[in-house]
């Protein structure tokens, strides 16, 4: 199947602009039911672990190399291939489908091998949730929105799905709490919001080359980030509770959740009043701008007695004296 034929069949984990054709034009709250069922008796049993788009938030991947038993960077090599997040220019990876079968390499004719660990987007299936807080939305005074009721599910349904013929009803509080998406919105929450609010700052904005860089090392590979962390000089740059520092030592999960604010601080200017730059670096920095800024001020007037002697030296008919 190719790239654009792959695109067509997404497991949404962005939102609702995924597969619009197949969203069902009904605004869900959590309490309203759906009809769906999955199990291995339905005859489309695995249909839907193939020739699909399936996108790997950090946490994905932090959970699914620890499942497998290896290291991130071998996680990525493996299983993934780059990708681009929701038309934006910021680098994520995407699950690689077995070149054989165009399959997810984690399917078997029993199911999932890997169920209990699956991605987010295999677990938001078939109801879809539009937050459009993430979106980063700003009031007339540039503040952004915060609170509010501006979260929704849907159902998403493709033809070859089957689950939604079955009887068995839930809420999509049920549904959810059954998928373990409570533990997911949490866990990707700060870091859809980066993707969404580098979407909603639109194409004339660019990342610089370096904060992709450091955007697709913080969402892939919390280890190497680790790395960046305790052996660059970033510790002596900002000001970091010390026992913080502790934590982020050996916690994925707050290193995680530390590398989502450091993101949006470094790539976005959010104000982070838990990690600033110490002021000696402050100082330092301004002290080197302001020996350039004197050394180009020199400059400028070195040239320009230079420009003077020469005037200075001409006769009124333009030669030399
Ligand atoms: S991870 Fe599991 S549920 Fe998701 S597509 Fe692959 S086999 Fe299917
Ligand atoms: S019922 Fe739907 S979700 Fe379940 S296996 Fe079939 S296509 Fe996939």
Redesign the pocket.
């Known amino acids: 199947m190719s790239n654009e034929q792959n695109d067509v069949k997404v497991?949404a984990l962005f939102g609702k602009e995924k597969n619009p054709s197949n969203i069902m034009p009904r605004k869900l709250t959590l309490d309203s039911t759906i009809k769906f069922r999955c199990h291995p008796g339905v005859s489309c049993f695995?249909a839907?672990?193939?020739g699909?788009k399936?996108v790997l938030t950090p946490y994905d991947i932090l959970i699914l190399s620890k499942r497998l038993e290896i290291p991130a960077h071998e996680f990525l090599q493996l299983y993934t291939t780059p990708t681009y997040l929701e038309n934006t220019d910021m680098p994520g990876v995407m699950?690689k489908m077995r070149e054989e079968d165009n399959?997810?390499?984690?399917?078997t004719p029993d199911?999932?091998?890997?169920?209990t660990d699956?991605?987010s987007?295999?677990r938001y299936y078939p109801v879809g949730m539009a937050d459009f807080h993430e979106a980063g939305q700003k009031d007339e005074n540039g503040s952004e929105i915060s609170g509010g009721d501006d979260k929704f599910f849907f159902v998403v349904k493709e033809d070859y799905c089957k689950g939604h013929e079955e009887d068995k009803e839930w809420t999509v509080r049920e549904w959810r709490a059954d998928q373990g998406v409570d533990v997911r919105d949490e866990m990707n929450r700060d870091w859809l919001r980066l993707v969404m609010r580098r979407k909603s700052h639109g194409k004339q904005a660019t990342l610089s080359e370096q904060g992709k860089r450091m955007f697709f090392m913080a969402s892939t590979d919390l280890a190497t980030f680790r790395r960046f962390i305790f052996e660059s000089s970033f510790l002596d740059t900002y000001v970091v509770d010390p026992e913080l520092v502790e934590k982020i030592k050996e916690d994925d999960i707050e290193m995680l959740h530390f590398s989502y604010r450091y993101l949006a601080s470094s790539l976005f200017g959010v104000q982070d009043e838990g990690f600033k730059i110490k002021d000696e670096r402050i100082q330092a920095k301004v002290s080197t701008m302001k020996q350039e800024q004197d050394q180009s001020v020199l400059q400028a007037v070195r040239q320009y007695e230079a420009l003077k002697a020469d005037i200075d030296d001409l006769t009124p008919g333009g030669k030399k004296k």
């Open positions: 497991k695995t839907c672990c193939g699909i399936i699950i399959k997810c390499p984690f399917v199911g999932c091998t890997v169920y699956r991605p987007a295999c």
